[in-house]
C-alpha cells in the first residue's frame, strides 16, 4: 500500500494562495486515483478535487472550480492542489487519499466519491481569515 504525507498548508488571508502536496512512498502513486477532501470544524467530510491516472481526468467541487487545480507529478511521486483566491470558507483539514486502479476505472465524477478511496494521509490544516 502506498502511504500518504500532506503537506503546504497554512495561514493566508481572502484572496492569497496555497499549494498543498500530497506525496506517496512505498508505491508509485502514478498507479493510483488520487483525491483531496476537507473537513470544517463541525461540518461533514467533503470531496474538494481528484485526479485519475490519466492527468485529463480531473473533477472538482462546484466551489472550488475554476480556483483550484490538481495535478500530479510522476518524479516526486506527488500529487498538487494549487488553490488560488482562497475564501474563508475554504479553512478547514486537507486531507488527500488514493486509490489502486491498475484499470482506470476511477474518472470523472466517481474521483470524488470517498467510499473509494482507502488509503489516507494524516490531513494538513488550512486557514483563511482576515
Known amino acids: 500500500q502506498v502511504q500518504l504525507v500532506e503537506s503546504g498548508g497554512g495561514s493566508v488571508r481572502p484572496g492569497e494562495s496555497l499549494m498543498l502536496a500530497c506525496r506517496g512512498s512505498?508505491?508509485?502513486?502514478?498507479?493510483?486515483?488520487t483525491a483531496w477532501f476537507r473537513q470544517a470544524p463541525g461540518k461533514a467530510r467533503e470531496a474538494v478535487a481528484g485526479?485519475?491516472?490519466?492527468?485529463?481526468?480531473?473533477a472538482y467541487l462546484g466551489s472550488v472550480e475554476g480556483r483550484f487545480t490538481i495535478s500530479r507529478d510522476s518524479g516526486s511521486n506527488t500529487v498538487y492542489l494549487l488553490m488560488n483566491s482562497l475564501k474563508v470558507e475554504d479553512t478547514g483539514v486537507y486531507y488527500c487519499?488514493?486509490?489502486?486502479?491498475?484499470?482506470?476505472?476511477?474518472?470523472?465524477?466517481?474521483?470524488?466519491?470517498?467510499?473509494?478511496?482507502?488509503?489516507w494521509g494524516q490531513g494538513t490544516l488550512v486557514t483563511v481569515s482576515s
Open positions: 512505498g508505491r508509485t502513486l502514478s498507479h493510483y486515483a
Open positions: 485526479i485519475g491516472l490519466s492527468t485529463s481526468s480531473t
Open positions: 487519499a488514493a486509490v489502486h486502479d491498475p484499470r482506470q476505472t476511477v474518472a470523472g465524477a466517481t474521483l470524488l466519491d470517498p467510499s473509494l478511496y482507502h488509503t
